[in-house]
């Protein structure tokens, strides 16, 4: 069983995505149906989706979306990831307005694309704080040279249960692995402090990477959170940039290849599970 932590469903005829203008090959629709075909060959029996940084006014209509998506007969979507703006005052109301949507397992704000003190902010860790005792996880998505920034937040939220997107964001293209490396040593100490297997593929070369390329990136965040805090994610659509969703897949497997059986279970679907108490 594989639950996958990270599909993004893009539909421009219903939603705006203002980043999509300079995104390239990825400013196009990918729907859940073009994904589900594939991810049920592969054995992905589940899924949550994630935000995907929508027009700030569209953000509630992107999560009724998903809602009608994980409504279609036989939908592999059992969960969802919301985007938020926790640096504004309007985040509590929205807050409770969202909670009373079942298939909300979280909120994700993009970070790594805004400037470094937006979530050092009073207001923003103020209503990082309202997520403890909600059952509901914030997603972190940041650069390298970042995360000490999200250490603190982490640190300053103890009773909110986290998740590092991306094993970091490592620059693998730029082969930047020690500063990067030390970073992630120290921030996963932090046992409110997930990490997501997801996305490493499209920071390498997209054209040349192997499994060699990304494997010390993936080990070293996998030997630092331990199998018990790792769940994954196909970062789906993105990951087309460097292969396919059978591609990244595949390099999962060849990556996890000497773990056990029982920390192939934890990592790839048993985690996830726990930590949204997922309905699969």
């Known amino acids: 069983m594989i639950v996958d932590t990270h599909l993004h469903i893009v539909d421009q005829d219903a939603l705006r995505y203002p980043w999509l203008a300079e995104a390239g090959p990825l400013n196009r629709?990918?729907?859940?149906?073009?994904?589900?075909?594939?991810?049920?060959?592969?054995?992905?029996?589940?899924?949550?989706h994630m935000e995907v940084d929508v027009a700030e006014s569209d953000i509630e209509a992107e999560t009724d979306n998903v809602i009608k998506v994980a409504a279609r007969p036989g939908s592999l979507l059992v969960g969802a990831i919301a985007?938020?703006?926790?640096?504004?005052?309007?985040?509590?109301?929205?807050l409770e307005r969202i909670r009373e949507k079942d298939i909300v397992k979280g909120f994700r704000r993009v970070l790594h694309v805004m400037p470094d003190d937006l979530s050092e902010s009073p207001l923003f860790r103020e209503n990082i704080q309202r997520l403890a005792?909600?059952?509901?996880?914030?997603?972190?998505?940041?650069?390298?040279h970042q995360l000490p920034i999200v250490a603190k937040l982490v640190d300053l939220a103890p009773d909110v249960q986290f998740v590092l997107d991306h094993c970091g964001v490592p620059d693998i293209k730029g082969e930047a692995y020690a500063p990067w490396a030390a970073n992630m040593t120290e921030i996963t100490r932090r046992p409110n402090l997930v990490g997501k297997?997801?996305?490493?593929?499209?920071?390498?070369?997209?054209?040349t990477w192997t499994v060699d390329t990304i494997r010390p990136y993936a080990e070293h965040t996998i030997s630092s959170f331990g199998f018990d805090r790792m769940i994954w994610g196909s970062d789906w659509p993105v990951c087309t940039l460097a292969g396919s969703l059978s591609t990244w897949v595949a390099a999962t497997h060849a990556l996890l290849e000497g773990a056990s059986k029982e920390e192939k279970a934890k990592l790839l679907s048993g985690n996830a599970i726990r930590l949204w108490d997922l309905k699969v």
């Open 29 to 48: 629709n990918a729907s859940y149906a073009e994904y589900a075909r594939e991810a049920k060959r592969l054995g992905i029996t589940a899924t949550v």
């Open 133 to 144: 005792g909600t059952g509901l996880t914030f997603d972190i998505v940041t650069k390298p």
């Open 83 to 94: 985007a938020c703006r926790p640096e504004e005052q309007g985040f509590a109301a929205y």
């Open 197 to 207: 297997l997801s996305g490493i593929i499209a920071y390498a070369d997209t054209e």
